[in-house]
């Protein structure tokens, strides 16, 4: 186990509905990262928090939003959501420092229908 | 711009046979490597990663790496496959030369293992 913990596990949303999903990170980690791993593919990069500001962004629209708080615990929001954003939400945090490593939690599965 | 492209999305071997899974890079900086597995219905957890310094990098559960920058290569090995490494494996790139910006990963390499 990594430490990095998800909620919630699972979630069931219909077209057009808001959901947000939350990550604590690892003891001693100031750095959260997001991303979206669609059925039978690689996870995909959303974004990045550090120190409570984003820093780095992937390909993707403006419906996807987040936040990073004081005690570095993190939250992914997506708004009107779409068919294709059914996919495992994966968090990952780290200490920010070169070279160390992602330490991934274990994932919200997102069902859109 | 960084991309990894993983050789063949599902390999199979028998338990006991040697594990050969393919990763090629492609980065415009000097790139830092990285494997990690997917169990069914888990996270990802990181198996090994190259950094700098010894091209040769060894991993948990018994896997190693060799960075090879002249065929821009990462392949994942491990000797003797056990029934307890079928998961799925991916290869990723970070995007910066020098921090863990973010990661790019391949496809995935689906690996069964056979009795």
């Known amino acids: 186990e990594t430490g990095v913990t998800q909620s919630p596990t699972h979630l069931i949303k219909t077209r057009g509905q808001q959901v947000t999903l939350r990550c604590s990170s690892q003891?001693?980690?100031?750095?959260v990262s997001w991303y979206q791993q669609a059925l039978g593919q690689g996870p995909q990069f959303i974004f990045q928090y550090y120190r409570e500001e984003e820093n780095g962004r992937g390909n993707f629209p403006p419906r996807f939003s987040g936040l990073q708080f004081p005690n570095y615990s993190s939250e992914l929001n997506v708004n009107a959501l779409e068919l294709d954003d059914s996919a495992l939400y994966l968090c990952?945090?780290?200490?920010?420092?070169?070279?160390?490593?992602?330490?991934f939690g274990p994932g919200t599965r997102l069902l859109v229908l | 711009a960084q991309s990894v492209t993983q050789l063949g999305s599902h390999v199979s071997v028998s338990e006991g046979a040697l594990v050969l899974l393919r990763c090629n890079y492609s980065?415009?900086?000097?790139?830092?490597l990285f494997w990690y597995v997917q169990y069914p219905n888990q996270g990802l957890q990181l198996l090994l990663k190259?950094?700098?310094?010894?091209?040769l990098v060894k991993g948990i559960n018994g896997f190693e790496a060799e960075f090879k920058k002249s065929e821009t290569s990462f392949h994942l090995t491990k000797p003797s496959a056990h029934m307890s490494d079928a998961a799925e494996y991916f290869c990723a790139v970070s995007a910066y030369g020098g921090s863990q910006g973010n990661l790019i990963f391949g496809k995935g390499t689906k690996l069964s293992v056979k009795p």
């Open positions: 980065s415009s900086v000097p790139p830092y």
């Open positions: 990952a945090s780290t200490t920010g420092l070169l070279q160390e490593t992602q330490y």
């Open positions: 003891s001693g980690h100031n750095t």
């Open positions: 190259y950094t700098t310094g010894a091209t």
